[in-house]
């Protein structure tokens, strides 16, 4: 049997547990700046990237036509490779092998 994993449930549990600590309800977002995590940089007085909001929800964007418009999947046999880890961040294998395939104009999810 296929186990599933609902992603949006384990985002807003782990999320909201981060958000509940002492002085960290503003941390834990794809566009929080602090000084551990460097994604759109950090600097002294709040200089950090104007455009990380617009930047943060076009990487969105993508992801979603991503999911909406190509079938993912592992060759047949296949388990899924061992993440990669530097400090608190989460890489894939850049030698894995994923197979994605467009889908037909009727198969697509509809908006």
Excluded at 89 to 104: D, G, Q, V, Y
């Amino acid at each position: 049997m296929e186990k599933r994993i609902s992603g949006r449930k384990v985002y807003y549990l782990s999320s909201n547990k981060l958000r509940q600590r002492e002085g960290e309800n503003q941390l834990h977002q794809f566009s929080t700046t602090q000084e551990r995590m460097l994604n759109f940089g950090y600097y002294a007085y709040a200089y950090s990237c104007p455009g990380r909001f617009f930047a943060s929800l076009e990487i969105k964007i993508v992801l979603v036509r991503l999911i909406m418009d190509f079938d993912l999947k592992l060759p047949d046999g296949q388990r899924q490779p061992e993440n990669l880890t530097a400090h608190e961040f989460i890489f894939s294998k850049p030698e894995a092998t994923l197979l994605i395939r467009s889908r037909s104009a009727e198969s697509r999810f509809k908006l």
